[in-house]
């Protein structure tokens, strides 16, 4: 599976570098992407999220006390 935000599905980009002589070689714009430990429908599973929804509190992180014992 390719590199993708599972909270708010961001990837790989593509565009132009462009030099003072305005020559024009393809390039790849990749997003912050962080492989975390997350909770995922009261589940922990490694994901990749981006640095913007760990940052905003889209992503419920799990840690060694994050799920109580039953």
């Known amino acids: 599976m390719a590199r993708k935000c599972v909270i708010c599905e961001k990837q790989v980009s593509s565009g ?13 714009i990749r997003p912050n992407l962080q492989m975390l430990k997350i909770i995922v429908k009261g ?8 640095t913007r929804c760990i940052r905003s509190g889209k992503v419920k992180k799990a840690g060694a006390r994050s799920i109580k014992p039953v």
Not at 18 to 28: E, L, M
Not at 43 to 50: A, N, T
């Open 16 to 28: 132009n570098s462009v030099s003072h002589a305005r020559n024009r070689t393809r390039k790849k």
């Open 43 to 50: 589940k922990i599973s490694r994901e990749w999220v981006c």
